[in-house]
């Protein structure tokens, strides 16, 4: 008999930047961070975990390349906490199936290239303990899941939620506390709206996880960052979020990924994710708002140079008529009609979007992991 369940997992984007680690281990992090999940109707990843006894070790494929679950620490923390929550189901039930002794089986896929550059092990985390927990059949909550996916990598549990969601960074030197919460759910602001500008597919050159580690042992504008600002902004954006106050929202968003940009050019030796294209983006986004005379639009970059653009429903067409003006030889702009509008934005800027976008994804917020089939 196999025993097989299947999910998938969004991806999310981070509005405050989680950015350096207190405890490597754990995966425990400096601040807390908050992040808007997309929808999976365009980015996820599926997973089906199986196990079985002919299974004869625990196994995952990954986009079809083949691993040994026990040869990464990562993906071996997480297995070993939710089989042994398992064994504790089955010692308080006998006539539970004693599944926490078979080997796993795990095959993993994103529906977006690699090529698309996009950071997939958010999504790939929270898949493997969603579709592991439900496999086992645990009782736990979304929090209590994001526990686990945290240690596989950090950013992976906030894709435990949909909507609008906060990793709070917790105290305790266990973790146990360093979990997701859902600030809001979709349906609280769904007229949030996603443009992913592809700037490059290229893997990025610095790992996220030892840029964060450098940056914690030699930047000084950090530790500023992580003490005196992180709390307040945190604080700043639930609340912009709850009043569906875009302005604050989007001011918050771009400084917050201006400050994480400026403390990786801080750390020593320094580390650069933009590229003139990701600045002549900027720029564009700085264009788009001044012609509207208010913040309609917010960029945020993670440790790579492709920008994502945040905007309401409501200036959809205006904003991505521009953005398509500026990058109208990428691909992904195929399926939806555009006109280029008449807003001026300067030259220096168009022509280095023009040259250095490959692609656009148009996506949106959406809701947390769904049990696709188990059996
Ligand atoms: C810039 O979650 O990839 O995207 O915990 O070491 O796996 P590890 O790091 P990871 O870092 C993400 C950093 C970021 C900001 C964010 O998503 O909050």
């Given at each position: 008999?196999?025993?097989?369940?299947?999910?998938?997992?969004?991806?999310?984007?981070?509005?405050?930047?989680?950015?350096?680690?207190?405890?490597?281990?754990?995966?425990?992090?400096?601040?807390?961070?908050?992040?808007?999940?997309?929808?999976?109707?365009?980015?996820r990843t599926v997973t089906t975990a199986s196990c079985s006894k002919s299974f004869e070790k625990d196994t995952l494929w990954l986009n079809g390349h083949v691993e040994d679950i026990s040869t990464s620490k990562r993906l071996s923390v997480c297995v070993e906490e939710l089989r042994s929550a398992r064994q504790g189901l089955e010692k308080e039930d006998d006539s539970l199936d004693k599944i926490s002794q078979l080997k796993l089986h795990v095959v993993s896929k994103n529906n977006f290239p690699t090529a698309a550059g996009l950071a997939s092990s958010a999504a790939g985390y929270a898949?493997?303990?969603?579709?592991?927990?439900?496999?086992?059949?645990?009782?736990?909550?979304?929090?209590?899941?994001?526990?686990?996916?945290?240690?596989?990598?950090?950013?992976?549990?906030?894709?435990?939620?949909?909507?609008?969601?906060?990793?709070?960074?917790?105290?305790?030197?266990?973790?146990?506390?360093?979990?997701?919460?859902q600030v809001e759910p979709v349906e609280?602001?769904?007229?949030?709206?996603?443009?992913?500008?592809?700037?490059?597919?290229?893997?990025?050159?610095?790992?996220?996880?030892?840029?964060?580690?450098?940056?914690?042992?030699?930047?000084?504008?950090?530790q500023k960052r992580v003490k005196n600002i992180v709390p307040e902004?945190?604080?700043?954006?639930?609340?912009?979020?709850?009043?569906?106050?875009?302005?604050?929202?989007?001011?918050?968003?771009?400084?917050?990924?201006?400050?994480?940009?400026?403390?990786?050019?801080?750390?020593?030796?320094?580390?650069?994710?933009?590229?003139?294209?990701s600045r002549a983006i900027i720029r564009v986004v700085e264009n788009i708002n001044a012609a509207a005379g208010k913040t309609v639009a917010a960029y945020t970059f993670d440790a790579g140079p492709n920008a994502v653009v945040y905007f309401l429903e409501e200036n959809s067409a205006y904003v991505l008529d521009t953005?398509?003006?500026?990058s109208r030889n990428a691909q992904g702009w195929e399926?939806?009609?555009?006109?280029?509008?008449?807003?001026?934005?300067?030259?220096?800027?168009?022509?280095?979007?023009?040259?250095?976008?490959?692609r656009v994804i148009l996506t949106k917020v959406g809701d947390g992991p769904r049990l696709?089939?188990?059996?």
């Amino acid at each position: 008999k196999v025993y097989q369940c299947t999910v998938s997992a969004p991806v999310n984007i981070a509005v405050i930047k989680y950015w350096g680690k207190r405890d490597v281990g754990l995966n425990l992090p400096t601040n807390s961070s908050l992040s808007v999940t997309l929808s999976q109707d365009d980015l996820r990843t599926v997973t089906t975990a199986s196990c079985s006894k002919s299974f004869e070790k625990d196994t995952l494929w990954l986009n079809g390349h083949v691993e040994d679950i026990s040869t990464s620490k990562r993906l071996s923390v997480c297995v070993e906490e939710l089989r042994s929550a398992r064994q504790g189901l089955e010692k308080e039930d006998d006539s539970l199936d004693k599944i926490s002794q078979l080997k796993l089986h795990v095959v993993s896929k994103n529906n977006f290239p690699t090529a698309a550059g996009l950071a997939s092990s958010a999504a790939g985390y929270a898949a493997f303990t969603e579709a592991v927990a439900r496999l086992y059949g645990l009782p736990w909550t979304p929090t209590q899941l994001s526990r686990i996916a945290r240690q596989g990598s950090g950013s992976a549990c906030r894709s435990l939620f949909g909507g609008y969601v906060a990793w709070e960074m917790g105290e305790l030197h266990s973790g146990a506390d360093s979990v997701a919460v859902q600030v809001e759910p979709v349906e609280h602001w769904p007229e949030m709206r996603v443009a992913i500008m592809v700037a490059s597919a290229a893997k990025k050159g610095v790992s996220s996880t030892s840029g964060m580690q450098s940056t914690v042992a030699s930047s000084t504008l950090f530790q500023k960052r992580v003490k005196n600002i992180v709390p307040e902004r945190m604080q700043a954006m639930k609340q912009a979020i709850r009043k569906h106050d875009f302005e604050t929202f989007a001011k918050l968003t771009m400084t917050d990924s201006n400050q994480f940009h400026a403390c990786c050019l801080d750390t020593f030796p320094p580390i650069f994710y933009l590229n003139d294209t990701s600045r002549a983006i900027i720029r564009v986004v700085e264009n788009i708002n001044a012609a509207a005379g208010k913040t309609v639009a917010a960029y945020t970059f993670d440790a790579g140079p492709n920008a994502v653009v945040y905007f309401l429903e409501e200036n959809s067409a205006y904003v991505l008529d521009t953005l398509y003006a500026v990058s109208r030889n990428a691909q992904g702009w195929e399926d939806s009609e555009r006109n280029p509008t008449s807003v001026k934005i300067d030259d220096v800027a168009s022509e280095t979007v023009l040259s250095g976008v490959s692609r656009v994804i148009l996506t949106k917020v959406g809701d947390g992991p769904r049990l696709l089939s188990s059996e």
